[in-house]
């Protein structure tokens, strides 16, 4: 037996990044619209590999429950529809 049979250890499967293209699908927002959200801090910011932009599913699902979340305080309901 060696070190590595010995001492195994469970790692949680991570989910892949996403690239530019994939948060724009989900968030339904131009790549223009998202360099201009994360300049103002306002979308989670990328992590850099390499010359890529990346982001983490969770920043991303975590900014799209707080826009869902926060709809009706806009001046609108969740439908867009202005009340």
Known sequence: MNIWESSCFLVPARQP???YRDV???TRLSSRTI???VNTN???RPVKIGRSCRWRPEDIARFMGQQAG???FAGGTASG???
């Open 17 to 19: 990044m996403l690239r």
């Open 42 to 44: 306002q979308f989670p």
């Open 70 to 72: 926060g709809m009706a």
């Open 24 to 26: 724009e699908e989900l």
């Open 35 to 37: 360099a201009r959200l």
């Open 81 to 83: 529809q202005v009340v």
